[in-house]
Nanobody, 116 residues
Framework: QVQLVESGGGLVQAGGSLRLSCAASGTIFSINHMYWYRQAPGKQREWVATISSDDGSNYAISVKGRFTISRDNAKNTVYLQMNSLKPEDTAIYYC??????????WGQGTQVTVSS
């Protein structure tokens, strides 16, 4: 059993910053890719960023240049540094990991609200 717990969400004004964290715990043998997704009200969940086991990263066009994904393998934790936040970044942010062979695990989500 693997659990993911996100933290760091909240209310911020446009132009501000937040740093999300997602810590994995439980029976973890290996973690390959780590992801952030988000889901805005009335919209489908969308991919935000990926970081691979060798620290390669990819970003959705909407966040590239403003968000930075990173990981701490010793802590089984993935981070999302969000700068220059916009109202359209308002969403529930979810982390996910691909690990223990071929399993995908999801967190419960953390709310990010950006006011204009």
């Amino acid at each position: 059993q693997v659990q993911l717990v996100e933290s760091g969400g909240g209310l911020v004004q446009a132009g501000g910053s937040l740093r999300l964290s997602c810590a994995a715990s439980g029976t973890i043998f290996s973690i390959n890719h780590m992801y952030w997704y988000r889901q805005a009200p009335g919209k489908q969940r969308e991919w935000v960023a990926t970081i691979s086991s060798d620290d390669g990263s990819n970003y959705a066009i909407s966040v590239k240049g403003r968000f930075t994904i990173s990981r701490d393998n010793a802590k089984n934790t993935v981070y999302l540094q969000m700068n220059s936040l916009k109202p359209e970044d308002t969403a529930i942010y979810y982390c996910s990991i691909h690990g223990n062979g071929d399993y995908d695990y999801w967190g419960q989500g953390t709310q990010v609200t950006v006011s204009s």
